[in-house]
T-cell receptor, first 115, second 115 residues
Framework: GAGVSQSPSNKVTEKGKDVELRCDPI?????LYWYRQSLGQGLEFLIY????????KSGLPSDRFSAERTGGSVSTLTIQRTQQEDSAVYLC?????????????FGPGTRLLVL | SQKIEQNSEALNIQEGKTATLTCNYT??????LQWYRQDPGRGPVFLLL?????KEKRKERLKVTFDTTLKQSLFHITASQPADSATYLC??????????????FGAGTRLAVHP
């Protein structure tokens, strides 16, 4: 079956532009997570959606970052007025229910480069 | 302060030997600990989960130990093969009130298995 997909796979943008990153989770998975991975760093938690509950936005680094999940499925991560320090790989993951004993399935990531 | 640490230096071993990777943490009380494999340009792939009340978990050539007193997990790959070469990430699963969990990832250790 299809795994988690993300688009675009690569994105190069100029400083100050807005970008949108898309995540299609595995069908039926209620939990969806966004992470950021910088070179040589661990995955940094950004935001977590669980069913119809209010998302956990505690990991978003600034108010330039926002995310939504429409219809409990597809999610979009938006970065406004991008900065060079936003350059990283943005990973999306989904799980059948909230993680713990449940496996998280990761997408391939979107590589963002801000010039 | 809270930290999760994995050896930042790459681990180089000969094919057929046992690879042992370490994950240490401080000031966390994880309910579970997970190990992931990440290949270049790909998202992490779940390998094993171990609960706080389990000492050891095995899956084929993989073995994970979890010592909550030492606050350490060891990840072993026996009879290693060049195809095992990848970066291995450990992740703590923290349980929060309100019934949701969060993963905290280490930066990963790169393993290179030489023929």
């Amino acid at each position: 079956g299809a795994g988690v997909s993300q688009s675009p796979s690569n994105k190069v943008t100029e400083k100050g532009k807005d970008v949108e990153l898309r995540c299609d989770p595995i069908s039926g998975h209620t939990a969806l997570y966004w992470y950021r991975q910088s070179l040589g760093q661990g995955l940094e938690f950004l935001i977590y959606f669980q069913g119809n509950s209010a998302p956990d936005k505690s990991g978003l680094p600034s108010d330039r970052f926002s995310a939504e999940r429409t219809g409990g499925s597809v999610s979009t991560l938006t970065i406004q007025r991008t900065q060079q320090e936003d350059s990283a790989v943005y990973l999306c993951a989904s799980s059948l229910e909230q993680i713990g004993s449940e496996t998280q399935y990761f997408g391939p990531g979107t590589r963002l480069l801000v010039l | 302060s809270q930290k999760i640490e994995q050896n930042s230096e790459a681990l180089n071993i000969q094919e057929g030997k046992t690879a042992t990777l370490t994950c240490n943490y401080t000031n966390y009380s994880p309910a579970y600990l997970q190990w992931y494999r990440q290949d270049p340009g790909r998202g992490p792939v779940f390998l094993l989960l171990i609960r706080e009340n389990e000492k050891e978990k095995r899956k084929e050539r993989l073995k994970v130990t979890f010592d909550t007193t030492l606050k350490q997990s060891l990840f072993h790959i026996t009879a290693s093969q060049p195809a095992d070469s990848a970066t291995y990430l450990c992740a703590l699963v923290l349980a929060f009130s309100g019934g949701y969990n969060k993963l905290i990832f280490g930066a990963g250790t790169r393993l290179a298995v030489h023929p």
